[in-house]
């Protein structure tokens, strides 16, 4: 049962949506970070989606769940670049330990970065609780947590998102569009997730012609 709104989901192209501004300080200190896993196409897409998720769920703390989703993955950073693919997408790629790993120096990087931008310990610490876990604790504890890991997939809805993802599954674009709607879809915890996840899902099959390229 996922968690229901009475805000209409906006389920237009992400590829349209326009983010403020307040958060490029943040944005300007993980570049470095930004260039590992495509994260500097992942990040930004699953924050656009994130702030779509806010919307919808106006009672969650919009500014935990924009920081938390802009920073979670930064720690593959520094993680050794051969083990995320050998490890972190094969086998039990959920609980690898690079998994493991790039929750703990996500968590990390939020410590060194955040702080000179202002940010107190009390924020922070609210940052790195859903930081630490989104991918390998099973549960949601918070609203703000359960919009974080929605925004996380659904990123990979979009062109962007199936281009490297499926690569990095070795599936091809079709298999990997079924692949979505059968596993990540009935993963998602909120019903503004699913509205989204569905109309971005049949845009790009659609564009990437994947009934006929099966
Ligand atoms: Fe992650
Ligand atoms: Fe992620």
Redesign the pocket.
Same mark, same amino acid.
């Given at each position: 049962m996922t968690l229901p709104t009475a805000v209409p989901a906006d389920t237009s192209p992400i590829s349209a949506w326009e983010s403020g501004d307040d958060l490029d300080p943040v944005w300007r200190s993980i570049v470095v970070e930004s260039r590992a896993r495509a994260n500097d196409i992942h990040l930004p897409i699953s924050f656009a989606f994130a702030e779509r998720l806010c919307d919808a769920y106006p009672e969650a703390d919009s500014l935990v769940v924009r920081v938390a989703i802009l920073l =979670? @993955?930064t720690g593959w950073a520094r993680v050794d670049e051969s083990r995320i693919l050998s490890e972190g997408f094969s086998g039990d790629w959920r609980q690898a330990d690079v998994r493991y790993e =790039?929750?703990r120096h996500g968590c990390m990087i939020a410590r060194e970065v955040l702080p000179p931008l202002g940010y107190d310990p009390a924020f922070i610490a609210r940052v790195t609780d859903i930081i630490d876990g =989104? @991918?390998t604790r099973p549960d949601s504890r918070s609203l703000e947590d359960s919009l974080v890991r929605d925004a @996380?997939r659904l990123w990979r809805f979009t062109p962007a998102g199936i281009a490297l993802a499926s690569g990095w599954f070795r599936l091809t674009p079709a298999e990997y569009c079924r692949r979505l709607r059968s596993e990540i879809i009935p993963e998602l915890l909120t019903e503004a997730a699913v509205q989204m996840a569905d109309a971005e899902l049949s845009r790009s099959e659609s564009l990437l012609k994947t009934g006929q390229l099966s």
């Open positions: =979670h @993955d =790039h929750e =989104h @991918d @996380d």
